[in-house]
């Protein structure tokens, strides 16, 4: 069964430093791949999505994520964190002719920025 | 502008009760879809929906029910509440057709069960 584990339930930068978010799907087929981000008491946001055109993807915010099939990875970074960033990022897959639209989802990463 | 609300955000409810939660679209999507959020195990799927009349079972289903009568709603229904089922419950749709489709969440709606 597919799966995506995310390294690390809460990871701290200090502002202007890089943010690094780990995700790693288990699939022998590689499928589609999203990031989503939750503002506190907020429903989730997309944040970017891999759909097999550029291994590198970019999203809003700043944010990017880069494809790699041979580690299967789909890790999330931004060059410069900002406080704004605090939130919690979940990273998500779907297989590729697979259900029509069930995704599933990591147990989240909590990234604090500080000052 | 389209949008995806839940009703109500915050319940507070007793053991034993039933329960229901609205999820209404305003984007005409296919998909709907339910998922409870809880600390530690991430968004889990509980009932989806491919269209009018189509309902599926998602990976924690027990206790829950969902009924698909239009496009834009899709409830959720606790039958008999239990102390487990506190969380936090999101609806999500998407326009369907395509792996590649975003899901767009609703604000989700919290739930006590005392």
């Known amino acids: 069964a597919q799966s995506v584990t995310q390294l690390g339930s809460h990871v701290s930068v200090s502002e202007g430093a890089l943010v690094l978010l780990r995700c790693n799907y288990s699939?022998?087929?590689?499928?589609?791949l999203f990031w989503y981000v939750q503002y506190p008491n907020q429903g989730l946001q997309l944040l970017l999505k891999?759909?097999?055109?550029?291994?590198l993807v970019k999203g809003i915010n700043g944010f990017e994520a880069e494809f790699k099939k041979s580690e299967t990875s789909f890790h999330l970074t931004k060059p410069s964190a900002h406080m704004s960033d605090a939130a919690e990022y979940f990273c998500?897959?779907?297989?590729?002719?697979?259900?029509?639209?069930?995704?599933?989802f990591g147990k989240g990463t909590k990234l604090s920025v500080k000052p | 502008d389209a949008e995806i609300t839940q009703s109500p955000r915050h319940k507070i409810t007793e053991t034993g009760r039933q329960v229901t939660l609205a999820c209404h679209q305003t984007?005409?999507?296919?998909?709907m879809f339910w998922y409870r959020q809880d600390l530690g195990h991430g968004l889990r799927l509980i009932h989806y929906?491919?269209?009018?009349?189509?309902?599926n079972k998602g990976e924690v289903s027990d206790g829950y029910s969902v009924s698909r009568s239009n496009t834009e709603d899709l409830p959720l229904t606790l039958e008999s509440a239990a102390s487990s089922q506190t969380s936090v419950y999101f609806c999500?749709?998407?326009?369907?057709?395509?792996?590649?489709?975003?899901?767009?969440f609703g604000p989700g709606t919290r739930l006590t069960v005392l």
């Open positions: 999500a749709s998407s326009a369907g057709g395509a792996s590649t489709d975003t899901q767009y």
């Open positions: 699939s022998s087929v590689p499928p589609y």
């Open positions: 891999y759909t097999s055109a550029a291994t």
């Open positions: 998500a897959v779907r297989m590729y002719g697979g259900s029509q639209g069930n995704l599933i």
């Open positions: 984007w005409n999507h296919n998909n």
């Open positions: 929906s491919y269209g009018v009349q189509d309902t």
